[in-house]
């Protein structure tokens, strides 16, 4: 994988899950694409909607990590 290549990070089934994500990364400094929100806010019922969080590569392991570290007390 290429340091600039661009990767799924984790896919959500609603956009304000993938919202939540994508703020709380871009708060601690990683940059954080948000793909298929709109398909999903103009046609909840139709298909499947994921929307997908995408990372440059580099950033993959550390937004990986700040995704799963637990929130402090």
């Known amino acids: 994988m290429r340091e600039n290549e661009i990767v ?13 994500a994508a703020s ?3 708060s601690m400094g990683v940059e954080v694409e948000i793909a298929g929100d709109i398909a999903t806010n103009v046609l909840p019922q139709v298909g499947e909607n994921i929307v997908r969080l995408l990372v440059n590569a580099g950033d993959y392991e550390r937004a990986v ?5 637990e929130p402090e007390e």
């Open 8 to 20: 799924v990070l984790n896919a959500y089934n609603s956009a304000y899950e993938a919202n939540l």
């Open 24 to 26: 709380m990364l871009r």
């Open 65 to 69: 990590a700040l995704l799963n570290q």
